[in-house]
């Protein structure tokens, strides 16, 4: 039995797998005004955040792209309490969003105090996939 080949020095790696979807699909929200139509829109709060959706209008941007907004105020503690809560967000929606997101709608995440810092990460990933669940569920 042969032991196996090593690379050759200067070959490129396979690249016949295609690159994940994810980055493709989700876009950051940075416009106040953005932000202000998903506060006047549907919303579940949990234990370790809030979260605002709302479903954009056809002409608004992409229909294809799943827009996420971030945000902690300052009762969430000091700079550093809030950017450690607003990385936790961000982690949580790369991991949730591809699978449970919709396509032309508008997510915003909120961190709550003394919650999305400290929160256990696993219980902060069902937060966001109950919320989103109630929020995407049959209408009543």
């Known amino acids: 039995m042969k032991p196996p080949e090593a690379p050759v020095v200067g070959t490129m790696p396979d690249t016949t797998r295609e690159p994940p979807a994810v980055s493709a699909c989700l876009m950051t929200m940075t416009k106040r005004a ?3 139509r998903a506060a006047k829109a549907m919303h579940k709060a949990t234990k370790g955040l809030i979260l605002q959706a709302r479903k ?7 229909p294809d792209l799943i827009r996420i907004g971030y945000t ?3 009762k969430v503690g000091n700079a550093v309490k809030r950017n450690r809560a607003k990385r936790r967000l961000r982690a949580i929606v790369r991991e949730v969003m591809p699978e449970l997101g919709h396509a032309g709608w508008d997510y915003v995440l909120i961190g709550r105090a003394g919650a999305t810092a400290d ?3 696993i219980d902060l990933v069902n937060d966001l996939k109950n919320a989103l669940t109630i929020i995407h569920g049959p209408a009543k």
């Open 72 to 74: 902690c105020s300052k």
């Open 34 to 36: 953005d932000f202000l």
């Open 119 to 121: 929160r256990n990460y």
């Open 56 to 62: 954009r209008k056809p002409d608004e941007t992409d």
